[in-house]
């Protein structure tokens, strides 16, 4: 099992990322998929996830309407879309596969100005 997130980086506030976690080694189908996030000194805390088979999402009420999760079944990916962005989100993102606490090597969202 791997995962392998992308498309972190620097961005003005009121701006917007897309992550990507790009999986290997299984199928997407049939597990909840998470994305987490973790600033300097705080602990790492859950933003959102899909369950694949079911569609159905999740979010922390601190990215309600702002952050969208999906999935794209043929590449086996999974992405945050993350809009209005605020310098509170800044944060390194992990992509973890519940079952199994499998978890990436995350990507760094900075959000300033």
């Known amino acids: 099992v791997q995962l392998v997130e992308s498309g972190g980086g620097l961005v003005q506030p009121g701006g917007s990322l897309r992550l990507s976690c790009a999986a290997s080694g299984f199928r997407f189908s049939s597990y909840t998929m998470s994305w987490y996030r973790q600033a300097a000194g705080k602990e790492r805390e859950f933003v959102a996830a899909?369950?694949?088979?079911?569609?159905?999402?999740n979010y922390a009420d601190s990215v309600k309407g702002r952050f969208t999760i999906s999935v794209d079944n043929a590449k086996n990916t999974v992405y945050l879309q993350m809009n209005t962005l605020k310098p509170e989100d800044t944060a390194v993102y992990y992509c973890?596969?519940?079952?199994?606490?499998?978890w990436g090597q995350g990507t760094q969202v900075t959000v300033s100005s």
């Open positions: 899909i369950n694949w088979a079911s569609g159905r999402t």
């Open positions: 973890k596969r519940e079952f199994g606490g499998y």
